[in-house]
Every structure is written in structure tokens, then in C-alpha cells.
């Protein structure tokens, strides 16, 4: 039983575009995650949602906007793909006060 | 400012060697510490955790040091095997929910 998952599991896509990445979660957790890693493995903070609010926000260009139409789902919408929006992209969540966040197998973005 | 840095990029051992991977981080005010695995083509993956009240933790052939001292974080693995081999990130909780990561650490085992 997958726990948290992510499609596309790779997306190519041209400069200029828009796609969007889908999250799952059957854990029955009210916090979602996204997750950038570049290149250099390097993992950073998008995003959080807690019971469909959005409360982390991180410095994130407005081309990202992510959506949560129930708590089990988190979704993320690239407008106007750039090339330096080639990453992997990790959905990720967890549980009220439980500090422990489940990630996803990641989406690996390729921006041509 | 917020960083969670590592001393060593690329850790390699024999298997059988027991083997530590090192994070520094900079938030004194951190009262949580999660060390996570990251095999190839895959999410990462909890093994331990610790809070800042606690000095040690052990799970199964892991274990987690905290000194708050010198901010300073190591995930120890015993007997490390072959499919311990991935970049190993910690990563400390600033503020509600949020985890901040380290820049990982590439542990290679040889059988």
C-alpha cells in the first residue's frame, strides 16, 4: 500500500509551458508538503498545508501554486516552466504534532 | 541565519565497519532533529529522531547523538551493509512544521 504518492513520476516539458504535479496520502494526515531538491541533492521547503490552509510559504516564485482540495491532496501548478525549474519535486506529510514527515517517490522535472 | 550543514560529502566503508555521519546546525532554539535515508530514485525515509531534551537515541543498529553544546547532530550505523549505502540527510524543525535540511551525505558500503 502506497503511503504517500506522486504523479507524474517524471514530467519532460518545454520552456514556457504549464503541468502540474498530483500528492496522495492515505495515511490520514492533515499536513501536506512540497519539497524541491535540486540538483545537488539539496532539499528545500516549498510549501505546507494543514487542513487545506496553506501555512508555510517559503520564498517561491508565484509561478508555483499549490492546491489542496482535501486533506488527502496536495497538488502543485507550474505556470510558465523556466529551465532552473528542473528538479525532483517531493510531496511529503505528516501528523498534527508529530513531527515525522512520509515523503513521496518525487516527480523528476525536466524543463527543456 | 537557518542552515544544517555536513563535514563529509562522501563516506566510504567496508562492510561490517561501523560507520558515523556528522551535521552541524545553526538554530540553538531547534528542539527537534530527524535523520532521514535517501536511496537512488527514491523519496527519503525516516530512521531516527531525536529532541532536544534528550542526548542519545537508539533504534535498530542506529543511533542518534545530539549535543546541543556545540549544535552538533551524528547518526551512527553499526555493522553498516551494503543497503545501507544512500545520502543520508538531518534535517532540524524550525518552527511549526518546518524541516530544514542539511546538504546530505553519500555513504558508500563495500562488500
Known amino acids: 500500500d502506497t503511503a504517500v504518492s506522486q504523479t507524474p513520476k517524471y514530467l519532460v516539458t518545454q520552456m514556457g509551458n504549464d503541468k502540474s504535479i498530483k500528492c496522495e496520502q492515505n495515511?490520514?494526515?492533515?499536513?501536506m508538503y512540497w519539497y524541491k531538491q535540486d540538483s545537488k541533492k539539496f532539499l528545500k521547503i516549498m510549501f505546507s498545508y494543514n487542513n487545506k490552509e496553506l501555512i508555510i510559504n517559503e520564498t517561491v516564485p508565484n509561478r508555483f501554486s499549490p492546491k489542496s482540495p482535501d486533506k488527502a491532496h496536495l497538488n502543485l501548478h507550474i505556470n510558465s516552466l523556466e529551465l532552473g525549474d528542473s528538479a525532483v519535486y517531493f510531496c511529503a506529510s505528516s501528523q498534527g504534532q508529530r513531527d515525522e514527515q512520509y515523503f513521496g517517490p518525487g516527480t523528476r522535472l525536466t524543463v527543456t | 541565519g537557518e542552515s544544517v550543514g555536513l563535514h563529509l560529502p562522501t563516506l566510504s566503508v567496508q562492510e561490517g565497519d561501523n560507520s558515523i555521519i556528522n551535521c552541524a546546525y545553526s538554530n540553538s532554539a531547534s528542539d527537534y532533529f530527524i535523520w532521514y535515508k535517501q536511496e537512488s530514485g527514491k523519496g527519503p525515509q525516516f530512521i531516527i529522531d531525536i529532541r532536544s531534551n534528550m542526548d542519545k537515541r537508539q533504534g535498530q543498529r542506529v543511533t542518534v547523538l545530539l549535543n546541543k553544546t556545540v549544535k552538533h547532530l551524528s547518526l551512527q550505523i553499526a555493522a553498516t551493509q551494503p543497503g545501507d549505502s544512500a545520502v543520508y540527510f538531518c534535517?532540524?524543525?524550525?518552527?511549526?512544521?518546518?524541516?530544514?535540511f542539511g546538504t546530505g551525505t553519500r555513504l558508500l558500503v563495500s562488500p
Open positions: 534535517a532540524e524543525k524550525i518552527g511549526f512544521q518546518k524541516l530544514v
Open positions: 495515511l490520514g494526515h492533515d499536513t
